[in-house]
């Protein structure tokens, strides 16, 4: 069940989105996720987030929004904003089943890696060989693909699940989501992608909200 509904519906959503809609948009989309983990990890696994924590998500989304902002959702993609809301739906109940896998420790972080993306890899190749056929792939693509499947992929679904066995789901849910502020200042400092004001401003007031969330398990480990 995890491997279908992380890897098949979760990812397949996000590549027809990427399809249906620019990539600022799904990532602004992608990143409450956090929010709707932490409502549903009240009901679903008893993890109830202490009063810093929601200060810190309520941070963490506003600097989202600030880093987006202009924000353009327009009408004429709404199909696109369905789908899009259907994965960001999808992406928080695999990160709470995930959680509740993970956090009995009864399976190491790699067997369940391995099996879910086994099982959710599989169903959704054949899907795409079904819908689109078998694509021509060059040499260079292969290589990028490679690094993809491994490094992107196994080796980092691997520590997502090692989190979920320290971290409760909307914890884990907030580290995730600062991907878009380590992405930007990689653009920055390797292809020379320039961070405006608004989107600094943005990217502070998230890490800080980041922060937040993470305090209880700072004093914790003290």
């Known amino acids: 069940m995890l491997g279908f509904l992380f890897y098949t519906f ?8 990427l399809s249906l809609l620019p990539a600022v948009t799904v990532s602004l989309l992608l990143n409450f996720t956090p929010i709707i983990v932490a409502v549903m990890g009240i009901f679903l696994l008893s993890e109830k987030p202490t009063l810093l924590q929601w200060l810190g998500a309520g941070l963490f ?7 987006f902002y202009p924000v353009n959702l327009s009408t004429n993609k709404a199909l696109g904003i369905i789908v899009m809301i259907i994965g960001v739906l999808a992406n928080s109940a695999s990160a709470i089943l995930g959680r509740n896998i993970n956090r009995s420790a009864k399976f190491t972080p790699l067997t369940v890696t391995i099996i879910s ?3 959710g890899s599989v169903i959704l190749l054949t899907v795409g060989l079904i819908v689109q056929g078998l694509p021509s792939i060059s040499t260079k693509n ?3 693909l490679l690094w993809l499947a491994i490094v992107n992929t196994a080796f980092a679904f691997t520590l997502w699940n090692l989190t979920l066995q320290k971290l409760t789901a909307m914890e884990s849910s907030i580290i995730n989501g600062t991907m878009l502020i380590q992405i930007a200042i990689l653009a920055w400092i390797f292809i020379g992608e320039p961070i405006t004001f608004m989107e600094g401003i943005g990217m502070l007031i998230a890490v800080i909200g980041a922060f937040f969330v993470q305090i209880k398990k700072i004093k914790t480990i003290q």
Do not use: E, N, S
């Open 142 to 144: 292969f290589l990028f």
């Open 10 to 17: 979760t990812q397949g959503t996000q590549f027809i989105g």
């Open 61 to 67: 989304i506003v600097g989202i929004l600030a880093y």
């Open 117 to 119: 993306m086994g099982v």
